[in-house]
Structure formats: C-alpha cells, structure tokens
C-alpha cells in the first residue's frame, strides 16, 4: 500500500505563486517516474509535469516556463513551484508515482487563482 499525501495548494491572486508538496510513504521501493496532473471542473485530468528517475522533465505547453518540477528521493517526495499563476490553472491538482508493476495517486489539493 502506498499513501500520497499533496499539500500546499489554497487560493491565490494571478501573478502568484505556490509550491506544492508531495510526501509518499508505505511500500516505496523505487520510485521511477514522478508526477502532478491537474483536473479542472467539467474537464478531463491532465498531465501537469513529469520527473524521472534521472531527473529527466517535460511539462505541458500551458505551464512551461513557469512552473518547475523537482524530487528529493531521500525524502520520497515531489515538489511542483507554481510561478506566474493564472486563473486558468485552477484544478485540484494531484500527485502520481510510478513504481515496477505499480501507479499511486495522491487525494489532489486544491488551487484556486483569482484574477
């Protein structure tokens, strides 16, 4: 069993920023990919931004530029800087892990820009 337990999220003015944490914790033998995804009201989850196990990333077109993906693997956690945020990017947004032969998500935590 694997818990994931996001943070961080609330609500801000656009042109804000927010860091978001993720803390996994139970069977964690080795983490291979890291990521947030975000889901919007009415709209489909989406892939926010990825990390490897190399500290390879990739990011969707929305955010590149002002968001960051990072990992502390002695800590088992994921961490999302949200730079610049727009009224757009409000969506409960969630943490994934990928592990040999297992997915987690996390229960999401919300962000909400006002502009």
């Known amino acids: 069993q694997v818990q994931l337990v996001e943070s961080g999220g609330g609500l801000v003015q656009a042109g804000g920023s927010l860091r978001l944490s993720c803390a996994a914790s139970g069977s964690i033998f080795s983490i291979l990919n890291a990521g947030w995804y975000r889901q919007a009201p009415g709209k489909e989850r989406e892939l926010v931004a990825i990390?490897?196990?190399?500290?390879?990333?990739n990011y969707a077109d929305a955010v590149k530029g002002r968001f960051s993906i990072s990992r502390d693997n002695a800590k088992n956690s994921v961490y999302l800087q949200m730079n610049d945020l727009k009224p757009e990017d409000t969506a409960v947004y969630y943490c994934?892990?990928?592990?040999?032969?297992?997915?987690?998500w996390g229960n999401g935590t919300q962000v909400t820009v006002s502009s």
């Open positions: 990390i490897t196990g190399a500290g390879s990333t």
């Open positions: 994934a892990i990928r592990q040999p032969g297992m997915f987690s």
